[in-house]
């Protein structure tokens, strides 16, 4: 009775509203352009805008906006808009609304401001001025510069392992006025693999390994500068550019001694492309471009002497060159750069609309012991970064550099975990390649104080050890690097397993994101679909990835299969062969890696992945309309996920092959998971097409949705027991075949409580241990908090002994502060860094703090506040930061026995719901203070 009249009394609540007839009580904040709001915003297309609605008032919607747009703030401040007038739209979006006004050119500055209705009608007050930049809008742009690189000789492939010196680029120009006349000044500058930029003797940018990793024959990404304060003074001024192999020129290294990336990946010399555009308060512009006619040289008599992502750097510092990016350089003795003959097999340039790599965290590395003359050093947990070395010791005398994740018994550093391609004997990595593909750096010491810190490599590790001339050794500071993307979730609890649980995952999220999202910081480093998919929502709870998974789906579409046959090929082939089995696959598969790199295990045919490698995009395309709003991307892609649901069409009984639930303990249905992930890719794409307004073919595919669950039901589902189980091994119960039908509500209505005792006498049978690979950990996590069950859950997260998060992070072997790729200690194969395993973080979020999007969101304009508790955890606090504000979901239940006394935060225009104990009611937006009482299981 108490529960149902304070819920009464929330769903009255939830309707009232503070608004007055005199005055309005909302306004914009935090304003977007295509999601960026941290300045400069550079855009290269036709920008969108988007804003969130603030309020100290409870129940507030916005009715109505207008924007305005002009040249300067002048005009804008002066109500002069000459670009985009302010004219009344009858809406509450805030997301993703597109600029209407004066066509821009490139190089163009635009200020711009909103200003709201609220629900009552009352006109609220301008937003503040944000403003953005345009960069290239047209591939033209690019046409007065060209690729430069030192020369095109056919790269000696096993010079790459001994003798790849980072190659260095200078020029010289005036400017054409006197530098007070300056008003702007841009670089738009790539290269290939890495670069890195300076003007006079500065570096432009405090960021790593840019461009971000792309597949270079479709797409190569670039990078706008503001550089006018570094030419203010003086008339003469230099440029300088410095390439990393990167992705780019790998060493010809055989991953797993088979497989080499180099085959797969477009690949060459490294080189650069840019222009230096100056304008003139008179209106001139002035451009120094990448060019044969520009004066630009080369040097590869740096101190890089070679470079590897996987391999390492080896740093030469008697080989510096001072004052090489300055005015007056003596670069006498370099040679001309040449246009790149291997540019006519690049993509088209693409601005880089992604987080620059940056530095997070710096921690400074503890001396443990030396053994075997190695001095070994822990930084206290496991990081991908590089480190910041500081020496002084004799001319030409040597620092060499190992890292692991892990030490051998006999104190030593173990790096066998985090080995390149898993290459670790003599003749496996092919000719040349070293014996064991270690991580290493090496630094040879100048005499003078040297400081060094690798440039073009970064290394998954806790420990390091040094030898050769260690007493030379300073200090040691390692860095932590990742895609700048923002944090986004404040999340406590009473509990501190899950707590440290919480902490693992998101540092292992976080040492998996140098541009793509990567399997493991070391080993691979590679972009598979599969990965992103078992953690993608982990990822997305915590961190903003409304603009890394932007560029995670586009890099997919980039290697999405089509069998050599593209344009008018492919077409001529679909006249001349309509009913042919291969023109229908011509087109459609995504590949398991993006960038694709040669692997296809058990794929789908024509070097495209695994069905639940493949499914990451339609999924995630789901997500970023949900979480984030992004309609404009399920329409960019639309056309390529409907060639990969057709490619599912055309041969169901592929899918039964692939992978399964990857690293699962008990033995996996991998016939099962891959009619659940048909079914899922078909009700994503419906939900697709009725986002986008294509309602007969989102009908059509719901109903083949339909149908996939009776298929499923028909083959794997025993009606008598609720058991689902491969026909060839029908008695046969797993966690992961049990969730996966509950998660994805195939379980007939009927038949679900039976599904859900065989799952728990499962979970007894196993003493409350996961069973689970990297799939079913989510899958068994939500079923169980969306069936009653969050104590089954709660047994799961908690265990301290094997297989658990507890035992990675406290055993007799090494206690873990990322998660493992294994369930099981592995101290010479399986990575100490995955964050596959990572899912439980939408259990913490979703399930127990109670924060998900509606299934309906709009980029998180509909929120379920969803609590629930369990013995063992008194308190939770959750602090969200949604594309549409704060989100807030704490609750107690040490305060009021028998109650749970909840406190509750959702974003004004946005809309709520609460779900208790099976029973929904309305929630009003603002702040809101309740008690809920609890089922007597809880008291």
């Known amino acids: 009775g108490v529960e149902m009249l304070l819920l009464l009394a929330l769903a009255l609540l939830s309707g009232s509203s503070a608004e007055t007839a005199g005055g309005c009580n909302i306004t914009a904040a935090v304003l977007t352009v295509d999601y960026r709001s941290a ?45 985009q007038n302010c004219t009344q739209v009858t ?60 020369d095109n000789a056919a790269t000696n492939t096993c010079a790459l392992y001994t003798d790849s010196p980072a190659p260095r680029f200078r020029t010289e120009f005036m ?118 006619t520009s004066g630009w040289r080369w040097s590869t008599a740096g101190p890089i002497v070679t470079n590897s992502v996987y391999l390492g750097e080896h740093y030469d510092a008697r080989r510096r060159m001072p004052g090489w990016t300055s005015v007056g350089f003596n670069d006498s003795t370099w040679l001309p750069a040449v246009a790149a003959m291997r540019a006519a097999t690049i993509g088209r340039l693409r601005l880089q609309a992604l987080e620059p790599i940056r530095i997070q965290a710096s921690y400074a590395a503890k001396y443990l012991h030396t053994v075997d003359g190695a001095a070994v050093y822990d930084i206290g947990k496991n990081i991908a970064g590089v480190c910041t070395v500081q020496a002084k010791g004799q001319v030409g005398a040597t620092l060499d550099f190992l890292y692991g994740e892990l030490l051998q018994p006999t104190g030593a550093v173990n790096g066998l975990t985090s ?38 490599t970064w290394h998954g590790f806790r420990y390091f050890s040094v030898t050769g001339s260690t007493a030379a050794l300073l200090n040691v500071t390692c860095h932590a690097l990742r895609s700048d993307v923002k944090r986004i979730l404040s999340f406590w609890t009473s509990n501190t397993m899950l707590n440290n649980i919480h902490n693992l995952d998101t540092n292992t999220a976080e040492c998996n994101m140098m541009s793509v999202q990567s399997d493991c ?15 993608g929502e982990s990822l997305i709870s915590n961190l903003d990835m409304s603009l890394f998974y932007r560029k995670r789906i586009l890099d997919f579409l980039d290697t999405q299969r089509q069998n050599g046959r593209t344009g008018a090929i492919a077409f001529l082939f679909h006249l001349l062969y309509p009913n042919n089995i291969l023109n229908l696959r011509c087109t459609g598969g995504f590949t398991e890696t993006a960038p694709f790199v040669g692997i296809s295990d058990g794929g789908l045919g024509m070097d495209s992945g695994p069905i639940g490698w493949q499914a990451f995009e339609p999924t995630a395309l789901r997500w970023m309309y949900q979480y984030y709003g992004n309609k404009d991307l399920l329409a960019q892609a639309f056309n390529a996920t409907q060639a990969y649901i057709n490619l599912l069409d055309t041969n169901p009984k592929a899918i039964e092959s692939g992978l399964g639930d990857w690293m699962a303990i008990e033995k996996k249905n991998v016939n099962l998971t891959g009619h659940g992930f048909l079914y899922k890719g078909y009700d994503d794409f419906a939900y697709i097409c009725n986002v986008l307004g294509k309602t007969d073919l989102a009908l059509t595919y719901r109903k083949k949705a339909q149908a996939q669950i009776d298929t499923i039901n028909a083959l ?114 399986f990575s100490h860094n995955h964050p596959m ?4 973080e939408v259990w913490l979020l979703q399930a127990l703090a109670g924060i998900a999007p509606h299934p309906d969101a709009y980029g998180y304009d509909r929120i379920v506040i969803r609590p629930r508790p369990v013995k063992g955890v008194s308190h939770v606090v959750a602090k969200l930061e949604t594309v549409r504000g704060t989100v807030v979901s704490g609750w107690s239940t040490a305060v009021f026995p028998r109650f749970l006394q909840l406190s509750v935060e959702l974003p004004a225009n946005t809309q709520g719901e609460l779900v208790w104990q099976n029973q929904r009611f309305p929630l009003g937006n603002g702040k809101r203070s309740l008690l809920l009482e609890l089922p007597e299981s809880l008291w």
């Open 39 to 83: 300045a400069p915003v550079f855009i290269d297309s036709t920008p969108t805008f988007g804003w969130q609605v603030h309020s100290a008032a409870p129940n507030q919607t916005q009715s109505g906006y207008c924007i305005e747009c002009a040249s300067s703030l002048e005009q804008l401040l002066s109500g002069q808009p000459d670009l």
């Open 91 to 150: 809406s509450n979006n805030s997301l993703q609304i597109a600029y209407q006004g004066q066509p821009l050119q490139s190089g163009q500055r635009v200020f711009w401001r909103v200003q709201l209705w609220d629900g009552m009608g009352n006109r609220c007050a301008w937003s503040d001025v944000a403003e953005f930049e345009t960069a290239f809008l047209s591939a033209t742009e690019w046409n007065n510069s060209t690729w430069l690189t030192t």
């Open 175 to 292: 400017l054409n006025q006197p530098a007070a006349q300056l008003r702007t000044a841009r670089l738009y500058v790539t290269g290939l693999g890495y670069f890195r930029a300076f003007v006079n003797g500065e570096p432009v940018s405090d960021s790593f390994f840019d461009p971000g990793w792309t597949s270079y024959n479709k797409t190569v990404l670039y990078q706008v500068y503001n550089v006018t304060a570094a030419l203010l003074h003086g008339n003469k001024h230099a440029l300088g550019i410095e390439l990393g192999n990167g992705f780019f020129n790998l060493v010809p290294l055989l991953f797993w001694g088979s497989r080499e990336f180099r085959e797969a990946l477009a690949h060459g010399k490294p080189m650069f492309q840019l222009q230096l555009r100056l304008h003139y308060q008179d209106g001139s512009v002035q451009t120094i471009a990448s060019s044969t």
């Open 419 to 456: 080995v390149a391609g898993q290459v670790k004997k003599a003749g496996e990595g092919g000719p040349c390649s070293p014996d064991i593909a270690y991580q290493r750096d090496t630094l040879v010491l100048s005499g003078d104080l040297d400081e060094w810190t690798a440039s073009f």
């Open 521 to 535: 910081p070391h080993r691979e480093r590679l972009g598979y679909g599969g990965d992103a998919l078992m953690s």
């Open 716 to 829: 794997f589902l025993d009606q008598s027991t609720g058991l689902y189980a491969n026909p060839s091994n029908p008695g046969a119960s797993s966690q992961t075949s049990q969730s996966m039908a509950l998660f994805y509500d195939i379980v007939p209505a009927a038949v679900r409580n039976k599904t859900l005792a065989v799952l728990r006498a499962n979970l007894e049978a196993n003493n409350f241990h996961f069973q689970t690979g990297a799939f079913g950990n989510k899958w068994l996590l939500m079923s169980l908090a969306d069936n009653d069950m969050q104590d089954a859950a709660f047994q799961l997260m908690t265990q301290e002994d094997y297989p658990s998060f507890g035992y990675m992070m406290n055993n007799s072997n090494a206690n873990a502060t990322t998660a493992w790729e294994s369930w099981f200690f592995s101290d010479n194969t």
């Open 837 to 840: 395993f990572t899912s439980g």
